[in-house]
């Protein structure tokens, strides 16, 4: 245990100097461009910047969910025979009414309805997700299980998790923290923003792109739209609406890329998209058949645009204009680009860190740090001499492969991040204190120098493994079911110990080993 190689001797002093490789580039600009340079990143509570709390609506998700699920009630009782029928969705109630007006065909309705929750998606039970009941005025009730209502909740606020990150990271924001509260609610951090508004903008449009035919033949001025029609505001012309459709002809998810650009021939701001092969081949489809009709582009229930179809569109690709400028056009390109929300996102909470809040968290952490590696320092030296201050060399690497790891994981660093550096520095002065009190003791018993060394290493090895692989493990599962600052003190804390028992028992153990080899002392100084 006592013997290095040189090779071995090789790997410590390598992996060590990789460590302190690793930790420069916090202390140096990067000397080119395309060298990976990776840091620490400051979290919002050391650099500044703004905190939203999203709060997704459930109930929108729950009323598209119902809306489809009508849509597809009235298609499978039209395909069983039935004409006089009424289906009324009550998002409320989480349920939808079916009544029929044809007593003789109750039974076709009630087996057409059960095919439709067969066909229907399953909840994560692996049971159908709706239920049918049948009330005694005759009329059908299909309503949404908790189980369904609990799987959709968890898919609306992860999916809108995922793309609050993608229309961030659009903006360019250096990483944001994006994560779940709770069961409807998503934080994000950005750090370095202290006006956070285009960010609301971004986040607060759901970005639900479709494309439908204008009803040409529908007076918008009217009271009342007729059936499958839908009046809504046109953005062209303020304070108008136009008649549209209500079905959908083509669906903004089919969409793959929107890039915001100049139409060379007027100068006006547009937005150029891209569809896939499904979007291409039914927007052809649309194209061909309504030569002459107008085609509604619509954005949450507003029309953007509505030209007139001149020939059929074949090639995928299209083009939205309207009155817009460089950072309209961007911001609608950043949204198609991101996709839509499956529901609206509001901001249940908002507050801003100064800069300069930050910068007395970092002096405030770096004193603390400062102090407690000083006292440190003076205590393994004063009490445990020259091997003390092999420790102390090892600890000061121990900081340095700390900070390494960090930098190429490109971590946030946060205030509990900082805490949880000075308690990874008294952690790994606990396995060198460990280690030099037991050769310390066997030196008592009467050993000599290297079988107190020896002995000292060994039996004090097996304690280091047991204390340092509990904390381990407790971190581990503070790291997985934490949130927020607290996983990112249990990563420090982690990656912590792994350096702490390597400089402890690997390079501390090198420094006693080769200076007992060139010094051969009668006795050891401890």
Known sequence: MMYFSRLKTALVIGACALGVLLCLPNLLPAPASWMPWR???????????????LEVDMNAVIRERLDSLADSARTSLRRAGIVRFVVTPQPPQNRLVARIDEPAKQDAANAALRDLILSNAQGSSGRPDLELTTQPDGSFVVTLSPVALTDRATAAVQQSIEIVRRRIDETGVVDPQITRQGDRRIVVQLPGIEDPNRIKQLLGQTARMTFRLVAEDVNPTVSTPPAGVDFLPDESIPGSKIAVRRRVEVDGANL????????????????????????TRRF??????????RFAIVLDDKVISAPVIREP?????????????????TDLSVLLRAGALPAPL????????GPELGADAIRAGAIALAIGFALVIVFMT????????????????????????????EATLTLPGMAGILLTLGMAVDANILINERIREEVRNGRTPLNAMETGFRRAFATIIDSNATAFLAHVMLFFFGAGPVRGFAVTITLGIVTSLFTATMLARMFMVRWYAAVRPQALPV
């Open 346 to 353: 509001t901001v249940v909470e908002e507050r801003s860190v």
């Open 39 to 53: 840091t620490i990143h400051l979290g919002l509570d050391l650099r500044g910047g703004s905190y939203l709390l």
């Open 313 to 329: 569109i074949t090639g995928g690709r299209g083009q939205i204009s309207g009155h817009f400028d460089a950072k309209s056009a």
């Open 256 to 279: 793959t890329d929107a890039r915001a650009g100049q139409n060379p021939q007027t100068g006006e701001w547009v937005v150029n998209f891209t569809f896939d092969s499904v979007g």
């Open 284 to 293: 052809a489809d649309v194209s061909r058949t309504n030569v002459g009709h």
């Open 382 to 409: 004063v009490f445990y001499g020259l091997f003390g201050l092999f420790a102390n060399i090892a600890l000061l690497v121990n900081l340095a492969m700390l900070l390494g790891l960090l930098s190429l994981f």
